[in-house]
C-alpha cells in the first residue's frame, strides 16, 4: 500500500524486467556496461512537477531468446531526462507519458514507444521509499507497448528503493 503526498528528494536503484503479454519474462536489466545490480534513478516530490530521473541501463535476454544484449532509456516525451510524476492521491504516482526506447548495444537508436507507467510508492519507516510498477488493467505491472525488437507487445516492470538526500 503506497503512501500519497510523499515530499523531498530521493536517490536510489531500480531494476526492471520486461514482461510479454502473459507475464513471459523477455529480459532484465542491469547497468549500462554490463554487469548485475539495480540501476541509479532518484526522484524529486519537492519540484513542480514532481519528478522521477532513471538513468539508462543495459537488458539481459532472457535465457533461450533469440536477442542481443540491449541498451535502454525512458525520457520525457518533450526531450530531457526528468519525467513529470503525478501524485493520485492514494499512494500512487503516474509517468502520463514517457518515450521507452530499446536498441542493441553499439546500434544506433532504434525504434521506441510512447507510453504511461504508475508506480506504487511508500514511505518507509527509515525515512526511505520502496517503489514497485502498480497493477495494469491487463493483469500484469505496468502498461504495455509495441516495443521491437521484443515480439509483441512489452511491458516495463519496474522495482526499487531511494533514501532521502
Do not use: C
Not at 539508462?56 to 533469440?66: D, E, Q, S
Amino acid at each position: 500500500m503506497g503512501t500519497p503526498n510523499i515530499s523531498g528528494r530521493y536517490a536510489g536503484a531500480y531494476d526492471v524486467v520486461v514482461r510479454k503479454e502473459g507475464g513471459k519474462v523477455q529480459a532484465y536489466s542491469g547497468p549500462l556496461g554490463g554487469g548485475q545490480g539495480g540501476v541509479a534513478w532518484s526522484f524529486d516530490f519537492s519540484s513542480e512537477p514532481k519528478t522521477v530521473t532513471l538513468e539508462k541501463g543495459r537488458l539481459t535476454p532472457a535465457p533461450g531468446l533469440p536477442l542481443p544484449w540491449l541498451n535502454y532509456e525512458a525520457r520525457a516525451t518533450g526531450g530531457g531526462a526528468a519525467l513529470p510524476l503525478t501524485d493520485n492521491g492514494d499512494g500512487t504516482y503516474t509517468v502520463q507519458s514517457y518515450v521507452w526506447q530499446v536498441f542493441p548495444v553499439g546500434a544506433p537508436l532504434g525504434p521506441y514507444g510512447t507510453t504511461s507507467i504508475t508506480l506504487e510508492i511508500t514511505q518507509l519507516l527509515d525515512d526511505s521509499i520502496a517503489v514497485v510498477t502498480a497493477q495494469g488493467a491487463h493483469g500484469l505491472p505496468g502498461t504495455p507497448l509495441p516495443s521491437p525488437p521484443f515480439p509483441g507487445a512489452a511491458t516495463p516492470d519496474w522495482r526499487g528503493r531511494a533514501s532521502k538526500v
